[in-house]
């Protein structure tokens, strides 16, 4: 008789660490805003224990920041760390589009043909929120195909603070439709093997997401409103 493996079941504190990961990246809790260890324990239910255990994850993963007189903060770029941000995106997904030509081409061509079906028929549900997962996944299909798993664990982190800046940036439905149209096009490129035109729009691609991403921190976001109100108010 066939014998499956059991599936572990969640620790308390990966149920918490998954619950604030997931309002952080989908926007229940704004960027920027101060997290309280006794405020987060009574919302969930839970003692403070396993939250600060789970904030001290985030803290490492990039999304919160916990410093001695501040407290714990959820991250909130400013320019430089944006520019920090795509930078490395930059890095990781061309050097994984360089490689997934010649190591994992058939199995990425696959995900991503799948990936772009799905959110063409997000768009035309007008399931946003399904789209900007499918967005992420598309690029995780590039990095994947890189075939190397340094590649991948270097990526995986940086990947929540794009999802969490691409569940506040892609929100105007004509943002939305260019990013399908310029997903369709990658997924064209790819599908003719022409490698370098294939890197070269997704380097563009990845400029473009900068620009959005930089303008709605500018122009929508509370807290970097209020960070820059502290700057002027201190004369900066």
Not at 138 to 146: L, M, N, P, R, Y
Not at 181 to 202: I, N, P, V, Y
Request: aromatic share 6%; charged share 30%; glycine share 4%.
């Amino acid at each position: 008789m066939p014998i499956h493996r059991i599936k572990r079941p969640q620790s308390l504190t990966e149920t918490v660490l998954n619950d604030i990961r997931e309002a952080i990246i989908q926007g229940t809790i704004e960027l920027g805003s101060q997290l309280s260890e006794l405020r987060l324990s009574e919302s969930l239910g839970v003692s403070k224990t396993p939250v600060r255990e789970a904030l001290q994850e985030l803290r490492r993963s990039g999304l919160v920041q916990i410093a001695p007189k501040s407290g714990t903060v959820v991250f909130l770029p400013d320019e430089k760390e944006l520019t920090d941000i795509f930078d490395l995106r930059l890095l990781l997904e061309l050097g994984s589009a360089e490689r997934l030509f010649e190591r994992r081409f058939e199995e990425t061509l696959a995900k991503m043909t799948s990936v772009v079906g799905q959110m063409q028929a997000a768009v035309a549900a007008k399931d946003y929120r399904a789209y900007r997962q499918l967005d992420s996944d598309f690029h995780k299909a590039i990095v994947a195909g890189s075939d190397n798993a340094m590649i991948v664990e270097a990526y995986a982190p940086l990947s929540l603070k794009i999802d969490a800046l691409r569940n506040r940036g892609l929100e105007v439905v004509s943002v939305i439709e260019r990013s399908l149209a310029f997903h369709e096009k990658l997924l064209d490129l790819l599908r003719r093997q022409e490698s370098a035109a294939f890197r070269d729009a997704l380097a563009l691609h990845i400029a473009n997401s900068r620009r959005d991403y930089t303008a709605w921190l500018e122009k929508f976001s509370p807290a970097q409103q209020e960070r820059r109100g502290e700057r002027l108010d201190r004369g900066a």
